[in-house]
C-alpha cells in the first residue's frame, strides 16, 4: 500500500511544476427566438473550431446572456440547444490575446414545429458511433438488447467476435483487454465470459471499441480495449429509470434493474442495481478419431454427447458519490459489489468403437457443480482543474477483491457394448478461488500553446491470487484425498508504468505521439501434496511501448487517419498453473508454466467520408502467440491415450491483415441501416509449446454486421439486426459458418417517460459453433447449441424531476458543466 500511496505524492510533485496559460480572454453572447425574445436556460457549449471538441459548458440566464471567462488563445465556435428549438451555431471566432473579451452578436434560435409526438419522443442516439479513434456502441438505442446480457451485446458489436468458450476477438484477433468503466477486470478469458454472462445489458451505458489504443491506456490486449461503460446519470435533481424484463427460451429467464441520481449542490449521489436470473441449456457433441501414428490409419472412434443444464443467478450493486470541493476540485467514490450463485448439472454419454465401428464400450458420467462468485471493490477517485484552458490531474485508487466457491461432484460408469456395468468411479472436487487487486494511477494533462497537448502518468498493480483444486475418490461411506489431482496455486504479481503522450494540430493535420514502459515481475508457486513436491517459478522483464497517431482533414467530407501500435498479452495465471484439471474421463485442462507473453505490432489506414463512411485497412505480427492448443494424454487408469488435454501455448507467430466497412445509410426519413464488414486474413505458422508439431495454417473470414433501425409516428420504432461469418481458424480450430438474425420492436408511452420493448433473438436458431481440430494422431468434430433463441419482454420507466435552481448566472455556467465532465475512476 506504501507504494500505492507514493503516487499520489508524484503526482501532487508534478502538479507543482505546471503553470497557466497566459493571454486569457472572455466571450459573451446572448440567445434569442425569432421574435427576438431572450431564451432562458439554453446549454451553451464552446467548441474548438479546428475539431469541435467541447472547452466548456456554460447555461443562458433568464435575459439569454451567456459568458465565458479565462478563454485561452485560439478558434472557438459556440453551439446553442434549447428544448423545443433547433440547435444554433455561432460564426466562428478568433482569440488572439491582444482583445479582453469578444461579443458575439445575438444567436437566434429557430423554433420546432409544436407537435404533441414531436415534445414526447426522446432525443435518442445511434445504435453506433464512428469516431476517428473508437467505435462507440450505445445500448439502449437498440430495441434487440432488451433483456440480452452483456456478452450477447458484445457479440453482435462491430467487429467483435465470441467463440464457443465466450472468449472474445476483436477484428479476427483474441486478446482483447476489456475494461468495466475504464478499469480491467482482471479476469481469466473463463471469468471474465461468466461474469459478462451475468451483467444485464440494461446496466451499460455504452461500450467504446478501440482497436488501436494510445499510450495513456495499458497495454495489455494485443487486439486493442473494450470498455464497458456502466450507467451513470449526472443530471440535477432526483431522477431514475427502472427497467423490468421477462425472456422465454427453452428455459425462462429475466434481467431487471434501478439506476437512481440525485445531484445537488455540491454533491452528487448515485446507484444501480440489478437483478437477473438465465435458464439454459448447452449441448455438445463431439466426434473423435484415433490414427495410428505411421500408417495413418483409423484404429479407434470415439462419440460423445453432453448434455447441460445452467441456472445462474446474478445480483450487482454500485454505489457511488461525486462531491465538488469548489469549481475546479472534486472528490469521488465508487464501491461495486456482486453475487452469482450458479448451478450445472451435466449427463454425458460416450462410445468407444473399434476402427470398424464396432461398439467396445460405454462411459456414462454425470456432474454437478454448484458455486457461488463473490466480488467486492471501492474507487477512490480525485480530479483537479486548474485553469479553463484544461490543464488537470486526475488520480485513482482502487481495490477489487473476487471470491469463488465450486462444489463438483463426478460419477463415471463403464458399461460394456450391451450396458452391463464393469465399474463406478466417483469423485468430489472443492475448488476455492481468492483474488485481491491493488491499483493506484495518476494522469497529469498540459495544454501548451498553438493547440498543442501533453499528457503523462503513472500506474502500479498488484494482483495475488489463491486457487485451490481438492479431489477427493468417493466410496460408499467414505472418501479420501486423490493427490494426482488435488492442488494449489499461488500467483503474485506486480505491475509498474509509466507513459507520455504529445498531441499537435498542424492545421490540416493533427499528431499523436506516445510511449509507455510497463514493468512486471510475478511469481507463482504450486504447493506440494504427499504424492507431488513443490514446483515455484518467476520471471520479471520490462519492456516499451510506442504510439503514434496522424490525422488529415483533407476537406470538411474527408478524414484520413493512421495509427501504429505496439501491445503486450500476458498469460492469465492461471495458465500458468502447470498441474491437471479434471473436466471428465476424456478431457483434462492443464497449466504451462513455461508459456511466453505476445507481443503484436498493429497498423491502421483509416478513411472517414461524410462521417457516414468508414473504411480501415490494418495489418497486425504477432510473435509467441498464445492460443488454446489440444494434445493427447492418457485416461484415468493410464491404459489408453484417448484423453485430451486441452492447455493455453505459444503457437509460432501469426500475421493477420484485413479491410473493415462500416457505413451510416439514411435509407428513409423512418429508415438508418447501419452496415459492418470486416475481412481479415491469418496466417498462423510455428510449434506449438515448442515441440514437434508443426502448424501452418492460412484462412480468410468475412464477418458483417447488419442493423436496420426504423422510427415511426407516435413513438413507435423497430428494429431487425443479424450477423453472419464465414469459416474461419482459430489455432488448431477451424470454426464453420455462423449467424443469427433478431427482431424487435418498441413503444414510447406514458408520455415519453415509459417504453415497452419486445424482440426475439436467434429467430432461425442458427447462432450455434461447430467445427474440426486436428491435433497429433487425433482429428475431431464438433457441434455446440445453447438455448440462444430467446422472445424478451420489457418495460423501462424514467422517473424524477431535475431541480429548477435561481442561482446566479456564475453558478450554473462553465463551473457546473465543467463538474459534469468528472469522470469516476477512468471511464465515468
Known sequence: ?????????????????????????????????????????????????????????????????????????????????????????????????????????????????????????????????????RTVVNVDASVTNVGATALEVLEKSPGVTVDKDGNISLKGKQGVMVMIDGRPTYLSATELSNYLKSLPASAIEQIEIMT???AKYDASGNSGIINIKSKKNKQKGFNGNLTVNYGQGKYWKSNNSININYRTGKVNLFANASVSQWNGFNTLEINRKFSDPDSRQVTAIFEQTSRMLNSNK?????????YYLNKNTTLGIVTTGFISPNRFASKNTSFLQNADSQLDSIVYAESKNKGTWKNGSVNLNFRHQFDSTGRELTSDVDYITYKASSNQTFSNITYNPTWIKRRT????????????????????????????????????????TDNSA??????????????????????????????LNFNKQFKKFGVQAGLRYEYIAYKGNQLGNPEKQDSLFKNNYGRLFPTMFVSYAA????????????????????????????????????????????????IELTHTFKSVLTTTLNYSRTKDLMAETFEQGQDLSGSTDYATIVKRGNIGRRDAAGISVSAQVPAAKWWTSIIYSNYNYNKFRGKINGNNEVIDIEATNLTLNVNNQFKFNQGWSAELSGFYRTKGVEGQIMIQPMGQLSAGISKQVLKGKGSVKLNVRDIFYTQYPRGDIKLQNTEAHFENRRDSRVANLSFTYRFGKPIKEQQPRRRTGGADAEQNRVRVGNGG
Open 1 to 133: 500500500m506504501r507504494k500505492i500511496f507514493s503516487l499520489l505524492a508524484i503526482a501532487t510533485f508534478i502538479s507543482s511544476f505546471a503553470h497557466a496559460q497566459t493571454n486569457a480572454g472572455k466571450i459573451s453572447g446572448s440567445v434569442v427566438d425569432g421574435s427576438h425574445k431572450a431564451i432562458t436556460s439554453a446549454t451553451i457549449s464552446l467548441l474548438r473550431a479546428t475539431d469541435s471538441s467541447v472547452v466548456k459548458f456554460s447555461v443562458a440566464d433568464k435575459t439569454g446572456h451567456f459568458e465565458f471567462d479565462n478563454i485561452s488563445t485560439g478558434k472557438y465556435l459556440v453551439s446553442v440547444s434549447a428544448v423545443g428549438h433547433n440547435k444554433g451555431f455561432s460564426e466562428i471566432l478568433n482569440l488572439n490575446g491582444k482583445q479582453t473579451g469578444v461579443t458575439l452578436k445575438a444567436i437566434e434560435l429557430i423554433a420546432q414545429p409544436k407537435d404533441l409526438t414531436a415534445v414526447t419522443v426522446t432525443a435518442k442516439k445511434p445504435f453506433i458511433e464512428q469516431k476517428i479513434d
Open 212 to 214: 488501436n489504443p494510445s
Open 314 to 322: 446474478n445480483a450487482n450493486v454500485k454505489l457511488g458519490a461525486d
Open 425 to 464: 468411479d466417483d469423485l468430489r472436487g472443492d475448488l476455492p478461488v481468492n483474488i485481491d487487486i491493488y491499483t493506484a494511477k495518476v494522469d497529469y494533462v498540459h495544454p501548451l500553446k498553438k493547440e498543442a497537448k501533453v499528457e503523462a502518468g503513472l500506474k502500479a498493480s498488484f494482483v495475488e
Open 470 to 499: 481438492n479431489y477427493f475418490t468417493v466410496y460408499d461411506h467414505s472418501e479420501e484425498p486423490d493427490y494426482k489431482k488435488t492442488n494449489r496455486f499461488l500467483y503474485n504479481e506486480n505491475i509498474n508504468a509509466a507513459y
Open 555 to 602: 476537406n470538411k467530407n474527408n478524414q484520413f487517419g493512421l495509427s501504429f501500435g505496439r501491445r503486450i498479452d500476458r498469460p492469465a495465471y492461471q495458465d500458468l498453473n502447470p498441474f491437471l484439471f479434471f473436466l471428465d474421463n476424456y478431457t483434462y485442462q492443464s497449466g504451462n508454466p513455461y508459456i511466453k507473453p505476445q507481443f503484436t505490432n498493429n
